[in-house]
């Protein structure tokens, strides 16, 4: 069965690229604009994996990772988390709150794949 | 399908975010502790920053960099989103415009910003009671350097076996974590035999089939030191799980990656701390002089568009899309043409469906590149905020209407000239704080920007409360350039329209801002070739009105068919307000008069067969179609009305398009060209008329 | 011009009693007569507008500019749609022909300049005046005949040259 991969992000351009690398490598995206069009689509939708930024308006991946978790759809589904900072302090946080792991930006697009082969096995 | 750039996607989502950054700016400047601005700035910049640094704009990401950082510090309440951080922001937001558009050329200025913006940040810095901290500069919590992991073992020469053995975090398996993965990575690295570790599993009634009870003991061969490769399998779960690896058989010493060590990711990035350096001078924030531009409260959206619903597109598909649904129409004319001269029953139903379906379409179609005028507004609020404080001038900039919708490419073809207006309004209109105290004025003048739709147009004022226009001067630099004679008696409203004369200025002095005054002829033709009128009106002292009239739509209108002579024209039904019998021998009652008696008001009327210049007799029974434009009215008079159609309308070519009376062409059902007629023009000339007769009017 | 080439080609009609030659690469097509709208107010030269494939098409009359004769039309003539230059803008418009001939080479070699006195017509609308079979084709300047008032004829003039034929 093909992997669904759900990507959070507000930027459009972000979501356009990791569009393109997940379903160049066979995977199906669904994209969302901020973490509660996350969490709607995350929990109406059959997923994989998800893929969220951290800053974004309405609710932040950190934000819609704790939301997300409490559903009980999320439950063994990775969330990778995308940060610009390498913050320690933040990478607990989101584990704390669920995440399985992050990618730090800016990526390459085998990074991209790497991880989320990692996973998903995809 | 459509596979675009993400860089240049990056690049119109970058022009969109400088855009809000700017808003926000501004609004942050009226309102400096609001933290919601104070949240989506940072946003900005972040986003800004990181799709910069993906798409190659590293130049940009460098720049924002610091910009980002600093407002973290507001964002963290460690400094002040003062007024001089807000000018440098804007600033900032101006030069990383330039880089995004420029991502190759080499730009200056970035530099001066970033070392002004250190200053301001020093100065703005303030204590966790809000204080103002002096001195020292407050250094940026620097990043965790990165932690190299143990030093890699040296390669051993032949193949080892190495035992891992290692617990998952209990939540693991609930957070996606999936220990099949894991092992399959580390077989990846060697063959491994691996045996699953039960002493952790509890009896089945206590069992939580979704915590991580199990533990592995994995033996990889190997001959080179699995230690990095194994880190990164692990790469997510270091921190939390318990985890040993030690080489088997052999004296070297195991080497014991113990549980919550704070190793360093590969991909961490070092990120230097911020240094602020030191200055020789200290820089002033500008004197706040200008008062603020007002915010309307409730009409500006809380900064968070309907992303989930809206769509980018790209604007020749919709230009295609406007043409495909342009020919349509007229072949559905065609077809409904041929079924009204066919007694076919099912023809004609099916010609009234279609008729029906494609005007519904036209209608959404035309919705679509209908996008509201408030998204020009808004770059005038920083313009009309520069004017103010370059000129020292006090300004409140309020608009209405936002939401007013015009088609896409009429509201970019206006942004010049309401740039003129506004800036002419500002300085030639609005006099300084001490004339207007003088004057009995409040020190702060006023713009006002307001679009509104009027029956078939839309209407965008510019008002000021400024000095108004000075009859005297405009009449003295008239006649002094040769415009008008010497004597020449000129209505207040023809020396008003003066102004957009080429070559025209009253301007004492050349200012830097509004040139000689030379973009009020520029501003008339670009609204001409809009098909829109310009009207002034003034008061002296009191100040002025700067009124566009333009038409609503370019591309497709519901028209009323008449006949003047052997020819047929459109008239825009939006125009249209009534149709009226041409009362007989009303020649010779009005006295020469063309008026029109409609419901106790006077109506001028024209004869179209003497606009047209038509010779012959006019039909008995003439028709009169009363049309409006602004708050004027006049009465066209016509042969016949032949009935309602639509009208895909063609631009007339430079051969035609300076003959007034006409805004276009279309054509018609039977494939003949019917040519539009201008109404706003024909208003005008009855309104002359009136001017010119006012005074004998009964 | 199409002095690269040596020749020029190009689509023949007569106007009246005499022979014009329009630049065979413009033209778009030749349409028998169509309903013709008359633009009130407008200059004669451009009196009306045609329908050309669901375009809206100016209709000009070179007779105007060469001071011809009007007759009404009859079954020769014919509309040649053609794209010229207004104000330095290609723009798509109708010729009004009494009678299209034939494509036709012309040896660049065999255009001469119009005479500056002597001759019938306006002599700045006429390019040149080329020979074909024993007689004479005008060939008219199009550019300044469609040009608009107002438009760039005063610049034009100080700068253009003609090209040697």
Known sequence: MTKTILTIDDSASIRQMVSMTLTAAGLDVIEAVNGQDGYDKATTNTVHAVITDLNMPVLNGIEFIRKYRQHPSSKGIPIILLTTESDEELKRQAKEAGATGWIVKPFKQDQLLAVIKKVTGA | MNISDPSETFRQEARELLDQLEAGLLDLEQDPSNNDLINSTFRALHTIKGSGAMFGFTAVAEFVHEFETAFDRVRKGQSAANKALIGVALDAKDHIHLLIENPDAPIDG?????????????????????????????????????????????????????????????????????????????????????????????????????????????????????????????????????????????????????????????????????????VAKVEEAPAAKAAAPKRKPAEKAEAEKPAATSLRVPAER?????????????????????????????????????????????????????????????????????LSNDLGKPIEFITTGEETELDKTMIERLADPLVHLIRNSVDHGLESAEKRIAAGKSPTGTVRLSAVYSGAEVAISVIDDGAGLNHDRIRAKAEENGLIAPDAKLTDQELNHLIFAPGFSTANEVTALSGRGVGMDVVKRTIDGLRGTIDVSTTPGKGSVFTLRLPLTLAIIDGMLVRVGNGRYTIPLAAVEECVELPEGIEANSKGRNFLDIRGALVPYLRLREVFGLKGEADAHQKVVIVSSGEGRVGLVVDQIIGNNQAVIKQLSKLHSGIKSFSGATILGDGEVALILDTAHLVASGQSYVDRNLGRAA | MSDTKGYMTALTIRLEDELFAVEASRVREILDLVPITEVPSARAFVGGLINVRGRVVPLADLRVMFGMERPAPDQDTRIVVMEVDIDGEPTIAGILADKVHDVTDIESASIEEAPKVGMRWRPEFVKGIGKRNGGFIIIPDMERIFETPGGRSASAAASEERPAA
């Open chain 2, 110 to 278: 970035g530099a001066s910003i970033l070392s002004e913006l250190r200053v301001i940040v020093e100065e703005g810095a303030i204590d966790e009671d809000g204080e103002p901290v002096h001195a020292a500069p407050v250094a940026v919590a620097a990043p965790v350097a990165p932690v190299v992991a143990e030093a890699p073992k040296p390669a051993e020469n032949g193949a080892k076996v190495w035992r891992l053995t290692f617990y998952l975090p209990s939540d693991a398996l609930i957070y996606g974590t999936n220990p099949e993965l894991l092992l399959g990575e580390l077989a990846g690295i060697g063959p491994t035999s691996v045996l699953a570790l039960s002493d952790r599993v509890p009896t089945l009634d206590v069992i939580d089939p979704e915590t991580s009870y199990l533990g592995w003991q994995v033996d990889i061969t190997t001959s080179e030191d699995p230690t990095a490769a194994i880190d990164d399998v692990f790469l997510f779960l270091r921190d939390n799980m318990e985890l040993t690896l030690a080489p088997l058989g052999g004296a070297d010493t195991p080497v014991a990656v113990a549980e919550a060590v704070q190793a360093a990711s590969d991909d961490a990035m070092p990120e230097a701390p911020f240094v602020p350096e030191p």
């Open chain 2, 318 to 386: 919709l230009d295609e899309l406007m043409d495909r649904v342009g020919e349509l129409v007229i072949a559905q004319a065609r077809l409904s043409q041929i079924a009204t001269q066919s007694s076919d029953g099912a023809l004609k139903t099916i010609a009234e469906e279609l008729e029906r379906l494609s005007s519904g379409l036209r209608d959404t179609t035309m919705g679509i590149r209908m996008v509201p005028i408030g998204s020009i507004f808004s770059r005038f609020r920083r313009l009309v905020h520069d």
